[in-house]
Nanobody, 123 residues
Framework: QVQVMESGGGLVQAGGSLGLSCTTS????????VAWFRQAPGKEREGILC????????RYTDSVKDRFTISRDNAKNTVYLQMNSLKPEDTAMYHC????????????????WGQGTQVTVSS
């Protein structure tokens, strides 16, 4: 069973920054495309960013443009989400997901999910 685990969430003031990490046991890690999703209460899970095995990135929501950055370190089996200039509307549970398939904004494209890490941004 492939294990996926997120870390780095917490409480931060508006305008602040947080860095999230996603570590997975998927092997070979380099073959997986990995995305970050978020879900706020009462809303559907929203795709944020995806990064391919080769490092190509795709953004799925304009709301994080110029604020969030996805990256990966294949040697550490880890994908990162750096979040800057955080806003209260960024408050959500943030999930990491991995797939052999192409990057996608649709949750159904991913077959491996972490439990999520909570990000709360205060005003």
């Amino acid at each position: 069973q492939v294990q996926v685990m997120e870390s780095g969430g917490g409480l931060v003031q508006a305008g602040g920054s947080l860095g999230l990490s996603c570590t997975t046991s998927a092997s070979p890690f380099v073959a997986y495309n990995v995305a970050w999703f978020r879900q706020a209460p009462g809303k559907e899970r929203e795709g944020i960013l995806c990064i391919t095995s080769s490092g190509y990135t795709t953004r799925y929501t304009d709301s994080v443009k110029d604020r969030f950055t996805i990256s990966r370190d294949n040697a550490k089996n880890t994908v990162y989400l750096q979040m800057n200039s955080l806003k209260p509307e960024d408050t959500a549970m943030y999930h990491c997901a991995a797939t052999w398939r192409a990057c996608s904004a649709e949750p159904d494209a991913y077959n491996h999910w972490g439990q999520g890490t909570q990000v709360t941004v205060s005003s």
